[in-house]
């Protein structure tokens, strides 16, 4: 579990890093505006929400705990506004975001109704645990990519491992710490296929 202590130390990290007070965490020249700034990253938020929901532990918690059923819509603006504040906002208003997620996350802790997969009737789950963290930081930084790679030109290996470098920093912004994210591009795509 990520706690706020955790947090605090993962963004004093994400602090030590940033490019700048107004220019942020990333900064114009970053591979991660480069990919997050194009509009058609909007259209990966099906695909990045659903692979979200294949995870027990995240549609239990979405089910029971949030009212992205009742109001998609909602849920797309809210989430997209807290990660482009976090991606293109100032310094202090992308770690202000991530204290925000936190506490909001924090809230979000229940048990599953049935048995799902690897996990049995009345597991607990907690959305600030790492695993849940780990995997819908994944799924962004996963569906960015590939959305990105099917209309635009397709980044190279050197480019995709500095987005994944930079994509650790913004895992930092959810608590998460280097030992906790995999080290290098390979590593990640190796994940993902596992998870998926």
Request: proline share 4%; glycine share 6%.
């Amino acid at each position: 579990m990520v706690s706020e202590s955790d947090l605090e130390a993962a963004l004093d990290s994400v602090r030590a890093r940033a490019a700048g007070s107004v220019e942020g965490i990333f900064g114009p020249a970053s591979m991660t505006w480069r990919i997050d700034r194009e509009a058609v990253i909007f259209l990966g938020a099906g695909r990045a929400l659903l692979l979200q929901l294949a995870h027990p532990w995240i549609a239990s918690a979405i089910a029971q705990h949030s009212r992205t059923f009742a109001d998609p819509i909602g849920r797309f603006h809210r989430t997209f506004d807290v990660v482009f504040t976090m991606v293109f906002g100032s310094l202090d208003s992308a770690l202000g975001a991530a204290r925000r997620l936190h506490r909001r996350h924090a809230m979000i802790v229940g048990r599953l109704p049935e048995a799902t997969g690897p996990f049995e009737s009345g597991s607990l789950y907690l959305a600030n645990e790492v695993a849940a963290l780990r995997w819908v930081h994944a799924t962004l930084v996963d569906t960015a990519l590939i959305v990105h790679d099917m209309i635009l030109p397709p980044l190279s290996v050197e480019e995709r491992e500095r987005y994944w470098a930079e994509s650790r920093l913004f895992g930092a912004l959810f608590g998460l710490t280097s030992a906790d994210l995999p080290v290098n591009w390979d590593s990640f795509a190796a994940y993902s296929a596992a998870m998926m």
